[in-house]
Structure formats: structure tokens, C-alpha cells
């Protein structure tokens, strides 16, 4: 049997659209279907949901303060955005374009062979993507998303979009759940490269893509449900062998891991100086946080570093030992890249979308505000623990000396001053600020929803200062990004009417303050 394998650049439109790109194993292209069958129109599709992702995750993990420009300056640093760009827009474009109508041929595919489980895997995708594009950019096409024979397309409300995550997520959950015959894992799990055909994890899956929407409404009192927020957690993954993981065979710039040194899409990046001093004790006072050498590297003088918002790295020249270092492992970065990275970071690890750590720390908050302190602590120990043991399990089998380093630092950990030990003690600050570490590079879209749900505060997130006055970027006028504005190439070239309908032409629509922000 031959190995099907995801290229992160392929998309498929449909039928009649050719491309000399080949993202599958196997002996026919599926980028030029004479039928359109399910099982070769999934696997791009789940390339595709890492692809948006990791591209608009380098803009909104600088917002985030995850990593900042090695360079002074950067506008994404500033909370600003490129403007006559696409850059920003890749959650847009994976929605409409590179996913887009693939799901409706897959559906149809499925409901001609009634092969439910297929039909409920294509609208859980669609239900992700509508929901991570619209958390990202507020308002989107949604009524006349896809219509045929027209060229200027309406926006519809945040609100309205949440609602239909809901609708196409119950729908598929109905699709998946049938027993009467038309599922087979053998069958799913020819395209299926997440969960192999398990229709069990596909179900958890669409209950986490409930859980996100459901707890996103934090500042809408009125509709904010924390006992629906458990419920769908609890429906969802059990433990980190749920995780979706979306796999990359590492071997080359064409299936490599996006942020791996064979793609080199982040050696312009480093280290925030606000993600170390929360590994190295500065903000915990002697709590050193095993994930700080696992997943980041020191300057050569041994010493952890980070840079700043808008100043770069002052040292990032060639031999002095105080320079930061990239993520790949080098300590003096250069032009040249490694041939392999380090944890996430590395060319063939695994893409996680979701996971089962911060499902635990969903539940945590939402039984914080419940008031059930217990239930939050629990979940929140759990949290901490899952995301602990995924990053070991990233450390080489044989690095032994890693390994327990990692594992003495660990325990050392759990009982510092980094980690709430009671329930009485436990704060809503806590929770947040260890989901903020758990959710480090992967969950850089969801760590921006919650960014923004609480106003960027310090309050919430320990020891976090947003930029303020000259530091922002000239255009908004004094306040933080709230949204990615729309595609530059289909929206600020095609559709501007529309885009003046929802003030998306002001210079500082970036910061309007997006629906689920609101009360």
C-alpha cells in the first residue's frame, strides 16, 4: 500500500481546475478529478487547515508576544498589519478558495454513496474553518458565501456566523453518530490522515469545535453558558491521544512541518522577552519551567533571552554571546538553516489544531467563572500535565541527559510558585496565563481570542504589557489590533463596496473591537 502524504501548498477548486502539483501517493491525480471522491479531496483539505493557520499564526503570535521580529520596527510587533497584503489573509483564503467548495464536493460525493461519516467530516472542517476565520476577522460572507454569478459579495454579523459553527457542527455530529450503516473506518480512513477513519475522534472533535464557540462568549452575560462550555469538553477529548494532529513527513520544503527549518518561515522571528521571563523565574519567582529548554535555546553564554516589542534584538550580530537565539537550536543564527529543529519546531513534527490540554484549561475557565473551584483546579492540573507530557514526548528517544533534566525540572515545577496548589488559591489570572504557555506556537489563533477577550490585560495574563503610543503602529490611533482585516486580494481589490459597508476601508478597522469582545 502506498503512503499518502500532505503537501502544505496544494488546493483544489474543483472539477476542470488543473495543477502540476502532485500532493498524493497514490495513481491518479486528484488535482485534475474526473469524480470527485471524498477520500482524495480530504487529505489537501487537512493540509489546508494547517496551512491557514500557521501562516496568519506568525502575524498573530507577534500580537500575542509568543516571538517578535529579530528586527526593530516590524508593524505586526507595533499591532499594525501590511498594508496591499496578503499576509494576514491565509485563514480567509483557506475558507473560500483552497477549502472552500471542496467541502460541498466531498458532501456530494458522500450523500451520492451515502457514506455519512465522510459528510460529517467535511462540515466539522467547514464549521472549524468558519469558526477560526471568523474569530480572526469578525465579519465574513457568509449568506452568499460560494453563490454562483456574482461578483460583490455582502458581509454578515459575527454573531450570525456562530450561529451557523453551531448548526453545520450538530449537523455533522448527526452525520457521524449513524449506526444504520454508511461508515466505515476502512472506507474514512483512506483520506483521513488525522484519526484514521475513527468516527469517535472526528465526534470529540466537532464537541471541542463547540466548546471554543460556546466559551469565546465570556463578555456576553446574558448568553454565556459555563455548564454548556463542560458539557461540550467533557464530550471532547479525553486525553492527548484525541489530539488533532495534522502529520508532515519532513523531508522536504513541500511536506515539511511550516515551522520547521526545511520551510524556513521563521528565522526572522525570536524568542519574546515576555514568553522567557514566564519560563525563567522572572515572573515566578524560582520556578524554572522544564518547557524553557525544551522548546527554546539560550545565547551562547548560557543565559535564556528575548527581545522586545518594536526594538528587534540590539545584539543580533554574528559572535556576540548575548544574541538571541532562533528556534531552531542556533545560538548564532545565520542565513543557512540547520538541517533539523527542536520540539514543534522541527521539520517532521506534527501539526496539533486542537488537543486535549487546552480543552482543560476551557473547562478550567469556565468553571472558574461557574464558581466550582475544585472542578477548575482539577482541570487545570490536568491542563498543565497534558501539555508537559506532549512536550517530552518531542525530545529525542535518546537524549537521555534531556530527558531527565526535563523530568527533575518538572516536578520542581508542579510545586512552585508557577502553579496554583489549592483550590482556594487558584485564580482566573492562572488558568489563563498556563493556557497562554500550553497553547506556545500551535495555538496562536486561540491565545489571540483570549488576548482579546480580556483587553490584553496584565491582570489575566501575569506580567504582560501590551504596546502603548509611539510604540503602535501610526494607523490606530492609540489602540491594540482586535481583527485581521479582510484578504487583500479578493476583498480590498474586488468587493469594496461591501468592505465600506462595515467600515473595513478606515485605516484602523484592525482595532475595531470584534463581536465576541463585546458585551
Known amino acids: 500500500m502506498k503512503k499518502i502524504k500532505i503537501i502544505s501548498l496544494v488546493t483544489l477548486l474543483g472539477i476542470g481546475l488543473t495543477s502540476c502539483e502532485k500532493y498524493l501517493d497514490v495513481n491518479f491525480d486528484p488535482s485534475f478529478p474526473q469524480v470527485s471522491q471524498g477520500f482524495a479531496l480530504l487529505p489537501p483539505m487537512l493540509g489546508q487547515m494547517s496551512r491557514a493557520e500557521t501562516f496568519d499564526g506568525r502575524f498573530t503570535g507577534q500580537y500575542c508576544q509568543y516571538w517578535l521580529a529579530a528586527a526593530a520596527g516590524n508593524v505586526w510587533d507595533r499591532h499594525g498589519y501590511a498594508a496591499g497584503s496578503d499576509n494576514g489573509g491565509e485563514m480567509w483564503?483557506?475558507?473560500?478558495?483552497?477549502?472552500?467548495?471542496?467541502?460541498?464536493?466531498?458532501?456530494?460525493?458522500?450523500?451520492?454513496?451515502?457514506?455519512?461519516?465522510?459528510?460529517?467530516?467535511?462540515?466539522?472542517?467547514?464549521?472549524?474553518?468558519?469558526?477560526?476565520?471568523?474569530?480572526?476577522?469578525?465579519?465574513?460572507?457568509?449568506?452568499?458565501?460560494?453563490?454562483?454569478?456574482?461578483?460583490?459579495?455582502?458581509?454578515?454579523s459575527q454573531e450570525d456566523v456562530y450561529k451557523e459553527v453551531v448548526r453545520l457542527s450538530n449537523?455533522?455530529?448527526?452525520?457521524?453518530?449513524?449506526?444504520?450503516?454508511?461508515?466505515?473506518?476502512?472506507?474514512?480512513?483512506?483520506?483521513?490522515?488525522?484519526?484514521?477513519?475513527?468516527?469517535?475522534?472526528?465526534?470529540?472533535?466537532?464537541?471541542?469545535?463547540?466548546?471554543?464557540?460556546?466559551?469565546?462568549?465570556?463578555?456576553?452575560?446574558?448568553?454565556?453558558?459555563?455548564?454548556?462550555?463542560i458539557k461540550f469538553v467533557d464530550a471532547s477529548f479525553s486525553s492527548n491521544a484525541d489530539n488533532f494532529y495534522i502529520p508532515h513527513n519532513g523531508v522536504s520544503t513541500t511536506d515539511a512541518n511550516f515551522w520547521g527549518p526545511l520551510r524556513n518561515n521563521m528565522n526572522s522571528y525570536r524568542q519574546s522577552n515576555y514568553l522567557v521571563s514566564l519560563f525563567d523565574?522572572?515572573?515566578?519567582?524560582?520556578?524554572?519551567?522544564?518547557?524553557?529548554?525544551?522548546m527554546l535555546t539560550a545565547s551562547d553564554d548560557k543565559v535564556f533571552r528575548g527581545v522586545n516589542v518594536n526594538t528587534g534584538d540590539p545584539n543580533n550580530v554574528a559572535g556576540r554571546t548575548n544574541r538571541v537565539a532562533n528556534f531552531w537550536g542556533q545560538s548564532q543564527p545565520t542565513a543557512t538553516t540547520p538541517a533539523t529543529g527542536k520540539s514543534i519546531f522541527d521539520n517532521a513534527t506534527a501539526h496539533p489544531l486542537i488537543t486535549y490540554w487546552e480543552m482543560q484549561f476551557v473547562k478550567a475557565e469556565a468553571a472558574f467563572i461557574k464558581g466550582d473551584k475544585a472542578m477548575a483546579l482539577?482541570?487545570?492540573?490536568?491542563?498543565?500535565?497534558?501539555?508537559?507530557?506532549?512536550?517530552?514526548?518531542?525530545?529525542?528517544?535518546?537524549?537521555?541527559?534531556?530527558?531527565?533534566?526535563f523530568n527533575t525540572e518538572r516536578a520542581a515545577y508542579l510545586k512552585s510558585s508557577a502553579v496554583a496548589?489549592?483550590?482556594?488559591?487558584?485564580?482566573?489570572?492562572?488558568?489563563?496565563?498556563?493556557?497562554?504557555?500550553?497553547?506556545?506556537?500551535?495555538?496562536?489563533?486561540?491565545?489571540?481570542?483570549?488576548?482579546?477577550?480580556?483587553?490584553?490585560?496584565?491582570?489575566?495574563?501575569k506580567g504582560f504589557t501590551a504596546p502603548t503610543g509611539t510604540t503602535l503602529f501610526p494607523d490606530n490611533n492609540g489602540k491594540l489590533a482586535y481583527r485581521l482585516r479582510?484578504?487583500?486580494?479578493?476583498?480590498?481589490?474586488?468587493?469594496?463596496?461591501?468592505?465600506?459597508?462595515?467600515?473595513?476601508?478606515?485605516?484602523?478597522?484592525?482595532t475595531k473591537e470584534i463581536w465576541f469582545v463585546q458585551p
Not at 464557540?213 to 463578555?219: P, V
Not at 482539577?378 to 533534566?405: C, E, M, P, Q
Not at 489549592?422 to 489570572?429: E, G, H, P
Not at 479578493?490 to 484602523?508: F, M
Request: charged share 20%.
Open 281 to 294: 523565574g522572572t515572573i515566578f519567582p524560582n520556578a524554572i519551567d522544564p518547557r524553557m529548554a525544551a
Open 171 to 229: 449537523e455533522a455530529l448527526s452525520d457521524l453518530g449513524h449506526t444504520d450503516g454508511g461508515v466505515s473506518a476502512a472506507s474514512l480512513g483512506r483520506g483521513d490522515l488525522v484519526y484514521k477513519g475513527d468516527r469517535t475522534k472526528w465526534i470529540k472533535f466537532v464537541n471541542a469545535i463547540l466548546a471554543r464557540n460556546a466559551n469565546h462568549l465570556t463578555n456576553k452575560k446574558g448568553s454565556y453558558n459555563p455548564d454548556a462550555v
Open 421 to 461: 496548589q489549592t483550590a482556594a488559591a487558584l485564580t482566573l489570572s492562572d488558568i489563563m496565563t498556563q493556557k497562554y504557555l500550553s497553547m506556545f506556537v500551535h495555538g496562536h489563533m486561540e491565545s489571540w481570542v483570549d488576548m482579546r477577550r480580556y483587553k490584553y490585560s496584565s491582570d489575566v495574563f
Open 486 to 510: 479582510p484578504r487583500f486580494n479578493s476583498e480590498y481589490v474586488w468587493n469594496q463596496a461591501a468592505l465600506n459597508k462595515i467600515g473595513a476601508l478606515d485605516a484602523d478597522y484592525h
Open 378 to 405: 482539577d482541570a487545570y492540573t490536568k491542563g498543565i500535565n497534558a501539555h508537559l507530557d506532549w512536550v517530552f514526548s518531542l525530545i529525542s528517544a535518546t537524549d537521555a541527559t534531556a530527558r531527565a533534566t
Open 93 to 156: 483564503r483557506s475558507l473560500y478558495w483552497s477549502i472552500g467548495k471542496n467541502v460541498d464536493l466531498v458532501i456530494e460525493d458522500a450523500a451520492s454513496k451515502q457514506q455519512w461519516d465522510y459528510m460529517g467530516v467535511a462540515k466539522a472542517i467547514r464549521a472549524w474553518a468558519w469558526q477560526s476565520t471568523t474569530d480572526a476577522n469578525g465579519e465574513l460572507i457568509l449568506k452568499q458565501a460560494w453563490e454562483p454569478n456574482r461578483y460583490v459579495f455582502d458581509y454578515d
